[in-house]
């Protein structure tokens, strides 16, 4: 049940980009132009046109995405800390794999705001969940984003002792419920969530929902800001964060309905 939950996750994902909607869209314009329907493909060609010129120079995503990464302030006060969880999706598991050197990308933060945490808090244990996310790698990924974390974090000098690794995870129901066999904390314990600011209220939902109380959400990794600063030419970084905000919303409603 857990492999078809992921397979169609990820389906359905691919079908709600952005982009596939551009793709759909020329597409559209094609065939109505093939059958001849010149009126059609000019209004789609006129819709299509106008919304790509809005998402272009206006940032429409970070309306559907900065109340997402509102949802838990920034640096929460911290006395004492047992466990510090970091969640995968910081690295670039292949390109490290290709390069055997550890390779980050916009989500590095996770590793980073984990480092500065282990670091204050030094008998604190850092667990790091993830396997691999990409459908691709469902009969087995060439790296494990736990593997990549591991040489991340020994190369940073954390005692290796202080490790706990899991990488079996495919998606953010994974982590929770694989992250709390791993630690088995007791009830007493204070432990860290590190992650995206996006992603903090589908994986605070899903490890309270795999029975972990004591959380402290630590958002990191904002991908928006004033809505005026990103005013401008820039389609590329609009699609993403509209890609993302999309995600996350459609990701948390499943998430609920399905209990995980």
Known sequence: MDTVFFIVSKLVGALLRPDTWIVIAL??????LT???RRMALW????SLALLIALSTLPLGDLLLQPIERRYP???????VDGIIVLGGGENARASAFWSQVQLNEGAERYTAALALARRFPKAQVLFAGGSGALRDLTGGIASEASIAEQLFLDQGIDPDRLLLEGRSRNTADNAR??????????????????????LP????????????GLVAWPVDYRTSGFTDNIGWNLTRNLQVLNTGIREKVGQLAYRVTGR
């Open 27 to 32: 597409a559209s314009i094609v065939l109505a």
């Open 35 to 37: 059958l001849q329907r």
């Open 44 to 47: 789609i060609s006129s819709i």
């Open 74 to 80: 920034a640096n929460p006060d911290l006395d004492a």
């Open 178 to 199: 694989l992250s709390l066999a791993l630690a088995n904390p007791s009830t007493d314990e204070m432990w860290v969530l590190v992650t995206s600011a996006f992603h």
């Open 202 to 213: 589908r994986a605070m939902l899903s490890f309270e929902a795999a029975g972990w109380s």
